[in-house]
């Protein structure tokens, strides 16, 4: 990526042309970011594409599937499970598919406050560390558009469960083949986690933020990488690393 970092001085954009520019000129819309720090937009898009995900793992998959699908990813998980009298075995089912469902249907909440949490960080990280001038609510919105393209996974599957996806193989938290992870479920739990984020819409994802930061903290795009590709790496190791505990 180059050091220089355009800033298009462009008419307002509405928040429409904010979403498609995300995916074919994507200055555009960082750059407009500087102007308005809005993005309800890139909301909107996440809680109907997240619904209808949900609702197709649940006419399609059922959330009884969808736990035993998890539960069969964590051997000692399962194990100890299966352990319980059959009382209390029924119960402890019963209410960790309740919740699995719960989250499937508020994940978007989730994923909010995750962003917060990140978008933090980075913004401390470029303003503080390497004289950046983002505002914290500007680099909030890049992350927020910058993860537009995720809903694209999500999307195709919902298209997939709908085209007649096996329950059996059907995995909530790795739903559709953009990574090595999908495709070879017997790797250790590690590698599985490691490789799930080896994602072709997670990657671009990165490289949208690395540009929107750039443009909103007003630094070079080498120096934005360093941040938000040096917080990405450090979360995925560490999400590694508990897989590998718990494998």
């Known amino acids: 990526m180059s050091d220089v970092v355009p800033v298009p001085t462009t008419a307002p954009l509405s928040e429409g042309q904010r979403i498609v520019d995300t995916f074919v000129a994507p200055s555009k819309t960082f750059a407009d970011l500087r102007r308005s720090a809005a993005w309800w937009g890139p909301l909107l898009v996440l809680i109907i594409v997240s619904a209808l995900f949900s609702f197709g793992v649940q006419q399609k998959v059922g959330w009884d599937k969808v736990f035993e699908n998890n539960i069969h990813q964590s051997p000692k998980q399962e194990e100890q499970l299966n352990q319980l009298p059959p009382d209390q075995l029924a119960s402890r089912k019963a209410i960790s598919v309740k919740i699995t469902q719960v989250i499937s249907y508020v994940y978007w909440v989730i994923l909010l406050i995750f962003t917060a949490i990140i978008a933090l960080l980075v913004w401390a990280t470029v303003n503080f560390g390497f004289g950046g001038t983002a505002s914290y609510g500007q680099v909030y919105a890049v992350?927020?558009?910058?993860?537009?393209?995720?809903?694209?996974?999500?999307?195709?599957?919902?298209?997939?469960?709908?085209?007649?996806?096996?329950?059996?193989?059907?995995?909530?938290?790795?739903?559709?083949?953009?990574?090595?992870?999908?495709?070879?479920?017997?790797?250790?739990?590690?590698?599985?986690?490691?490789?799930?984020?080896?994602?072709?819409?997670?990657?671009?994802?990165?490289?949208?933020?690395?540009?929107?930061?750039?443009?909103?903290?007003?630094?070079?795009?080498?120096?934005?990488?360093?941040?938000?590709?040096?917080?990405?790496?450090l979360i995925v190791l560490i999400l590694t690393g508990v897989a590998a505990a718990q494998g």
């Open 143 to 233: 992350y927020m558009y910058a993860n537009l393209v995720m809903n694209i996974k999500y999307i195709l599957a919902t298209i997939a469960l709908f085209a007649g996806l096996a329950p059996d193989s059907f995995l909530q938290q790795n739903p559709v083949g953009t990574n090595l992870a999908y495709f070879f479920t017997d790797w250790p739990k590690w590698l599985i986690a490691l490789t799930t984020h080896i994602d072709i819409f997670e990657i671009w994802s990165v490289v949208l933020t690395v540009i929107g930061i750039s443009i909103v903290a007003k630094v070079k795009r080498g120096t934005a990488a360093i941040a938000v590709v040096g917080w990405w790496l």
